[in-house]
């Protein structure tokens, strides 16, 4: 590591520190100091040539006379020595009313690496998209008007559009006070903090800055206040507008051009670093130098600059270097050169004249012309890298144009290779322009190819360019020979390390590493195994694919199967050691990187919402398929973010987009629910292998989508599956009729379907086909799909793909799932499926579909649980005997056994329900409130059973099982949320009662406060802790109510109560006798007590209680129908028996499961696996729905009042341009003509006399 790269390593260490402590700067920052005093011969010995008095000299310096005798002319890198710099910091300007800016004094010498390092790292400037270096224009030099306008509308505008940095000398004075206040009128005219973002850097001479001494600080300043003197000229002193300055020493004071060798150093430096973040763009970041008016001097500046391949924009009529250097490229032309070799080959003697007589003409008073020839000559054979403005043609608002097809030209001269509209593509992505890249490159003239655009894609993914995205997938670029799994794992590789998921696959990688490391080592040497560990492949250390699935596991909570495993050839059951040792096997070969992805636009999705970068996730949500489900997973994936964020603001913005996407994915459902409501039913319970198998309820569940649930299509199909093969409006007496006696399922008291009428189509009408869907047929139908086509099960030829005989049904599934032998069946013999589905007798059936169905089941529980309760209630009041051997009574057994089968019941859905795996299964059963307290009451009983077996406990015993009946009773409010008048009052009960909790804070504390005080002022001494504790917090509870006992508290009310003061009679039991002393203490907390309580605090509840039924009043509904789907699904899964018959249901399943190992089809509720060619319909269906979404709400947008008033004003501002360029011609045609007759004809000459003229 040399030199220069050890302090910018310093430079970045020392960011770390506090903004004060920079005591590290003046360590690797140095400043130039005159060290040899060389008289000046027009200073009468009083002034070194380097512009400093002698007394500013040191004695060193000024004893030097032989140096001094030997040299005559001052070199800054033989007469000068480096300190370490005394000013740097922030600077105040006086009066300006600003931010601070930064600054630094440093050497002329200094790296470039190191003050871009400060510049980006320590000070925190962004990184810029372009450099524009402005020259020329120093001193008191005028600027015109034309030039202060292209400054303002063209370059200023350009920097913000394109995020670029401009440089100039940063002084108010010339071409650099023009530019501070077009970055001025900028701020001041931006609508948004984002459009004033314009960095405006000032590199100076610190010599030649006025009242420098004010930032000279050794310590650093923090800020430097700084005062300008109100002067009319142009001054040398700081411009208030700029961010920043560099203030370049060489050692001279008052002299122009120190700064020459630095800027130039710096501009080739950053044009050799990358753009986008973290420098992760394909091009390295451009560097343009603009020449506006300018000396003589400035042709050094400009001649070092190109020899480094600099390129430059000449603004033509700004002033004599300028003129000057357009006019030599319009003269010297190619074709006027004696060979098309280079110039210096060719430079004759007339070619130099001619070059002498054009700087003769512009800078007359130049004496030494040679050199400028020289220079001239120099400049013109890199003429390629220069572009010319001509300010009485190009308009201000093409400026970004010119500056951008400028950078082009000279990309094309660096990379011959590389063709023009390529670089200039590059260009666009890296400024984030789309108008120009759509209307100079993607016009229709330009035939794009896939290699051209694959690393502006790459760029413009990285750097969140989403509109160039979408530019690049409209003009060629496959997006399936694109991504490919290595490009995938670099876009995660090149997350920021400042998003929440880069930090979360950190974790994951480290804890992979971790696991590899503690893995035992193969039976190796140990020099094998040192070979081994020394020759790790870099990739095996990046993250990879598999990182990714870890959180994409905790994001979903293992409700998905493991993403890219089988990319990874990673078995879904390994344990995790076991998958990184594999992983990093397949790493160090690295073939499966070179595939393309499976699902591109999917994983595209799921990178794009990790990072919460919501245009170009909907984007992307538009290209994927399964619209409805890719909007749940975001939702879900956001939502869980959303809980691990610790910023707020970036946990609003992760909220609202989570919220976008629910309402996404609900506006989707609805298309499609409109277009044909079977098949959004089977949209609803389609498993996604694109998502892990999960469907769209499930992720629904998951991710809390209230909003979703509440649609009238998903609570349809709610209603469906509650309601089994019967009407749903089947009234409830009914039920309960039949349920009591069984025989009459057979009449007509209760109406069933027919599955014959399934197949009706929609001939009885919308309502009739959309009530006969089941998912029997649903099941029936997929089998059928997921054969070979044999010429005798063809599908229908409609071209929706078979009208409604193709979506599926949804109720019939118990059938299917309660007889799995069935289900194998028919999965065994296809060609008669359609008589076996149909093969149990009328009785038999019939009586399936009644107490198979899910609402069956509940009634059952129902009218079983308030038999239950009132059993428990008979054997508390009634039946409760003794302990052993009088007691138990027989009765009291029988409730033993039923609260045995609802253990039983308990403990078959926290294992056997679901999936997943056992220790998942439990914590999702504990998440469920209800189930906890399901749990409490069991415990609580078997408490107190065995409490009550003897003596000793047996009234605690008793008391335990009272509360517990109480606990068992609480669990109706569940059983009867799924009514719809009384779902949604429970939902605003729930939510008062969190209120209450917070009302017996407050009121707890004042009770407390009270209480206490009440006692200390009553009784001096009372050692009784029972008494104490219901003096100090439940009586003052019992005053809330009005119940006061005034004769305990006023003294004057007080009777002839027997009392004591004695301390012995206390001790044996007496009553102590109130004291008197500070009874008016007493009253008066009384009544403030009084006040604050019933006034104050039961205001302030019933104003919370107000409040919220009026909040969730509106929204309770919308809660209702989401927990309506837990509760449906819970009986879906039971047993048709309830507790105590639930027993036999219990063991034919323990027969099934583990005698007769017949899996389970329950576990999965109602999920359907679609493949072929349904699936393929089903797909283009809803993406078809999505469409039409996207068109309407894009025509929506188009026509409200905004959008008509943007392309009005839009086209009002074309017609003024046009008018003013009228104008503008007009003009010049009359002053033309005007020129033409006030010209007098020339005199007739000789053609002989002409020539010797000319």
Known sequence: MNQSEKEEESARNGSGKGEKDQSWVPKIIKKKVCTTFLEDSQSNGDRCQCGSERAAHSSSATGDFFGSAVVSQWDTAVHTSEYPTDAFGEVEFAGAGRRHSHFLRLSCDTPASLVYSIMTVHWGLPPPNLVVSVMGGGGREKVKSWVRDVLRQGLVLAAQSTGAWIMTGGLKEGVGHCVGEAVRDHVAAASSPSQSKVVAIGVAPWGLVANRQQLVNAQGSFPARYYIQNTSHDSCYLDNNYQAFLLVDDGSVGHRGGETNFITNMEDYISNQRTGIWGSGNIEIPVLCMLISGEASVLKRMDMSLKKATPWLVLDGSGPAADMISELLDDLSPAASPADGDVRDSSTAELRNRTKEIIKKHFPAEKVLEKLVDRALSIYQNRALITVFHGDQDSPDDFDTVLLKALVRACRQMSSDASEYTEELKLAVAWNRVDIAKSELFNGDIQWQYEALKDCMTDALVNNKPQFVRVFIENGLNILEYLTYQRLESLYQSLSDSSLAYSLLQKWLRERHSLVAMSPHSPDSPEKKSKKSLKVPPNVRELSLYEVSRLLGELFGGMCQPFYYSVLDLDPGASNRKAAKQLNKLQADGAYGKRSCNHPWASLFIWAVLQNRSEMAIYFWEMAGESVLSALCACKMLRELCKLENETETKLSIKELAQKFETLAHDTFSACYQSSESRSFTLLIRTSPVWGGVTCLQMAMAADARLFFSHDGVQTLLSQIWWGDMNSRTEVWKLVASFLMPPLIYTNLINFREHQVRHTDSLEGPSTATAALSLAD????????????????????????????????????????????????????????????????FMLQRWRQFWFAPVTSFLGNVLMYFLFLFLFAYVLLVEFKPPPPEGPAHIEYLLYFWVFTLVCEEFRQSFFVGNT???QSMSLYIQDMWNKFDLTAIMLFCVGLVCRMFPWSYEFGRSVLCVDYMVFTLRLIHIFAINKQLGPKIIIVGKMVKDVFFFLFFLGVWLMAYGVANQALLYSYDPRPYWVFRRVFYRPYLHIYGQIPLDEIDAYRRGDKPCTNNVTLIHEGAEPCPQSEANWLVLILLSV?????????????????????SKVQEHSDVHWKFQRYNLIVEYHSRPCLAPP??????????????????????????????????????????????????????????????????????????VLKQMAEIREHDRRLRMLESETWSRPPPPHQPDGAVRNGA
Request: glycine letters at 4%; a neutral charge; hydrophobic letters at 35%.
């Open 1089 to 1109: 007590y009084l006040l604050v309580t019933n006034v104050l605090l039961l205001n302030l509840l019933i104003a919370m209680f107000s409040y919220t039924f």
């Open 917 to 919: 795996g056992l220790c």
């Open 778 to 841: 649903l099941t029936r139908h997929t089998e059928e799909d997921s054969r070979p086509e044999d010429g005798h099960h063809g599908e229908s030829d409609h071209p929706d793909g078979g009208g409604e005989e193709t979506p599926f049904s949804l109720a019939d599934i118990t059938q299917a799932e309660e007889d799995a032998e069935e289900y194998a069946a028919l999965k065994k013999d296809p060609k008669g499926a359609k008589s076996n589905l149909n093969k149990h007798p």
């Open 1141 to 1214: 018959f639930i027993i036999f249901s219990h063991l034919h399943l323990f027969i099934k499961r583990s005698i007769r190992k017949v899996p389970s089809t329950k576990i999965k509720h109602f999920m359907l696996e679609l493949r072929g060619r349904k699936a393929s319909r089903l797909n283009t269906w809803e993406a078809v729905q999505k469409e039409i979404l996207l068109s309407t709400q894009s025509k929506k947008v188009r026509d409200s009042d905004t959008e008509r008033l943007k392309r009005t004003s839009a086209k009002v501002d074309n």
